[in-house]
């Protein structure tokens, strides 16, 4: 009897998973939110680990990850990100005059290389005007328009189904962002905040010519010579060429009067 009692017996059941495994897979569901317990296994399979789907689906649902198409999908963000090359979105901001005159000016920036495009400025926004600033944005970018894909903006009604037709006629499909959602706009509602910064917020606009002209000078400033953080510090445009600073003295460029400062190379 004693001898029976104290032999080694295994514990039922099967031997546990072991951890690496298990983060693996809800890594994996994870990261992959249109994959379900087959796919993942197949993966896990090709990964050089045997597991079985159902313990794969147990794993899943104990992390609390459902089935693949109720799973969360990809977030805002994620999909501008993934989908920036063609993505094309519009908005406006006001600038308040030294004589009290609000002025409003419409602009376009691309996603994928954060190029701005200065549609126009007014002291009356009407549908037909913002239309036709569309019109002139197609003739203008011509071929450029075929990789575009997407124009967001918000649900503004100077937005007109005129300014929509006008892009969806080019193959463009309209995304209207949420009521009071600036954060689903967030690429114009930065470029708004730098240009107030670095711009209009050290300058007194006199009238409508002279903030199209301030405007002007700063987008292309911006388009061609100001680092861009998401473009590796380089200008959407064209990146600069190195200077060996042995060789060559670097000279200053003032715009608009000193506010802001480029810098090249002397000829």
């Not at 993942?40 to 649902?61: C, F, N």
């Not at 994928?112 to 400025?121: I, K, M, P, Q, S």
């Not at 445009?237 to 810098?263: C, F, M, Q, V, W």
Request: charged fraction near 25%; aromatic fraction near 8%.
């Amino acid at each position: 009897m004693r001898r029976r009692w104290r032999y080694p017996r295994r514990t039922p059941g099967r031997p546990p998973m072991p951890d690496t495994v298990r983060e693996l897979v809800i890594r994996l569901a994870r990261e992959n939110p249109s994959w379900g317990y087959q796919r993942i296994h197949g993966e896990l399979k090709q990964l050089g680990h045997r597991v079985s789907p159902t313990t794969v689906r147990m794993i899943l649902a104990r992390a609390g990850l459902g089935p693949a198409p109720r799973r969360s999908g990809p977030t805002w963000r994620q999909f501008l990100t993934a989908q920036a090359q063609g993505i094309i979105a519009t908005d406006f901001f006001h600038v308040e005059s030294l004589f009290g005159v609000r002025l409003y000016a419409l602009f376009f920036i691309e996603h994928f290389n954060r190029r701005v495009h200065l549609a126009g400025v007014t002291v009356h926004p009407t549908g037909p005007w913002v239309a036709q600033q569309a019109r002139n944005l197609i003739m203008d970018l011509g071929d450029r328009l075929v990789g575009v894909k997407f124009i967001v903006h918000d649900r503004d009604t100077k937005f007109m189904a005129a300014f929509d037709g006008g892009f969806i006629g080019e193959g463009c499909r309209i995304v209207k962002t949420p009521v009071r959602a600036p954060r689903a706009n967030a690429i114009c509602e930065r470029w708004v905040g730098s240009v107030r910064r670095e711009c209009l917020d050290r300058l007194l606009i006199l009238g409508e010519r002279h903030c199209r002209a301030v405007l002007r000078a700063y987008v292309d400033h911006y388009n061609c010579k100001r680092p861009h953080r998401s473009l590796d510090h380089f200008p959407p445009d064209r990146p600069p060429e190195p200077a060996d600073l042995t060789k060559h003295r670097i000279e200053r460029h003032k715009i608009l009067g000193g506010i802001i400062n480029e810098y090249h190379r002397a000829a």
